[in-house]
């Protein structure tokens, strides 16, 4: 990761794109190696290979720099090889993280995340985001561990957060025994 963590931030998970997205890069290899079988001029063949095989490199450090990190503060997104691009997101003006996993990407664990947030951009959408639901999941869960005080908890029923000493939750209005929760 390139961007720095804060005095008392925490790293709490770290994903990058899955890595189907690894297979343009094998691809341009491939047609490197094919270029040099086929008979055509020596120049031509080593050029052409030689341009393959650096796209293959680029293509692979494109994948292994584009990452999330979610914190205990905020969501970083980083991407870019030549350039160094970063957007930070704030957890408390995050509200809502939505997923979508095609058939084959339920299969292969990957999918888009789209966060929604106050920002002036307004949301951000991931393709191809390795563990979609454990991202989302775990943006949702920070969000919320984030802004509970020593005097508050989280409501057994609900998941909203209330007073430590409340019977009653004044969302769901469950009911409780103070002293088993």
């Known amino acids: 990761m390139r961007t720095a963590t ?10 990058k794109k899955h890595w189907l997205m690894l297979g ?4 341009c290899f491939a047609f490197a190696v094919i270029f040099r079988l086929i008979p055509v001029s020596e120049l031509i063949s080593i050029v052409i290979s030689i341009g393959m095989v650096l796209m293959a490199v680029y293509l692979y450090f494109d994948w292994d720099f584009d990452i999330w990190v979610v914190t205990n503060r905020r969501v970083i997104d ?7 691009n970063t957007r930070e997101t704030p957890l408390d003006t995050i509200q809502n993280v939505d997923y979508h996993q095609s058939i084959i990407g339920r299969m292969l664990d990957y999918g888009n995340v789209e966060i929604r947030s106050a920002a002036a951009e307004g949301k951000t959408v991931n393709q191809f985001v390795a563990s979609p639901k454990k991202l989302k999941d775990t943006i949702m869960a920070s969000k919320r561990t984030k802004y509970i005080k020593n005097d508050e908890r989280e409501c057994p029923s609900c998941a909203e957060i209330i007073k430590s000493k409340a019977r009653r939750c004044r969302f769901c209005g469950e009911t409780f025994n103070v002293q088993n929760n």
């Open 6 to 15: 804060e005095e008392h931030e925490t790293i709490i998970l770290t994903v």
């Open 78 to 84: 980083e991407w870019g090889v030549l350039s160094s």
């Open 24 to 27: 343009k890069s094998f691809i």
